[in-house]
């Protein structure tokens, strides 16, 4: 199984203030997602990070709020920014193998 | 479109077997996966079909039918510790996951 790893685990941010979550995975990965859930419901795709180009973004989220960077294979970047309590969110880094999807820890966000 | 649907809510109590649900309305895919989601922590791969029939991995069974958008997850001898929510995925090539809304599941002792 692939690893992946994330932080910050969690967070209590103010209103306006941005936040930066890492994610490292190891070298099986060959495509990394960013994904949010909410408590009891189902994950929501944010955005594929591509190596060195702009990650593609779903539905829904636009790069301006959720910037993203993958400046290699194995570590990428999302920053929810001008964050309100809206943005209060379980947020999850995601590395697909040939055939299998990992999810790293997680990032338990909360926004004051 | 690309739905997956699962029941929401699932009891049942130690030692027995529950089967959980997934149909599907999408073409084009190559696997259905499932994964275990206890409350606090990540999603965690169980199986994986890229075949139809069943697969089975210890306690744990997953199934598959193209022909009828269908699959499910079995567990037997169900114990406590498998309270969760569980999420059936479908597989696309060269990209992400479809996940399901998610089954809880809740096991009595």
């Known amino acids: 199984s692939a690893v992946i790893s994330q932080k910050p685990s969690r967070d209590i941010c103010q209103r306006g203030t941005s936040l930066t979550i890492q994610c490292q995975v190891d070298?099986?990965?060959?495509?990394m997602f960013w994904y949010r859930q909410q408590p009891g419901q189902s994950l929501t795709l944010i955005a594929t990070?591509?190596?060195?180009?702009?990650?593609?973004?779903e539905s829904g989220f636009v790069i301006d709020k959720f910037p993203i960077s993958r400046p290699n294979l194995t570590f990428s970047t999302l920053t929810v920014s001008n964050m309100s309590p809206e943005d209060s969110s379980i947020y999850l880094c995601?590395?697909?193998?040939?055939?299998?999807?990992?999810f790293g820890p997680g990032t338990r966000l909360t926004v004051l | 479109g690309q739905s997956l649907e699962q029941p929401s809510e699932v009891t049942a109590v130690e030692g027995a077997i529950v089967q959980i649900n997934c149909t599907y309305q999408?073409?084009?895919?190559?696997?259905l996966s499932w994964y275990q989601q206890h409350d606090g922590g990540a999603p965690t791969f169980l199986s994986y079909?890229?075949?139809?029939g069943l697969e089975e991995t210890g306690r744990f069974s997953s199934f598959l039918s193209r022909s009828d958008s269908y699959g499910y997850l079995l567990l037997q001898e169900l114990q406590m510790k498998d309270s969760a929510s569980y999420f059936c995925?479908?597989?696309?090539?060269?990209?992400?996951?479809?996940f399901g809304p998610g089954t809880r599941l809740s096991v009595l002792p």
């Open positions: 995601s590395g697909k193998t040939r055939d299998t999807q990992y």
């Open positions: 070298s099986q990965v060959t495509m």
């Open positions: 990070a591509n190596q060195g180009s702009e990650a593609t973004y």
């Open positions: 999408t073409s084009g895919f190559y696997g």
């Open positions: 079909n890229g075949l139809d």
């Open positions: 995925a479908v597989v696309f090539y060269g990209q992400n996951f479809v």
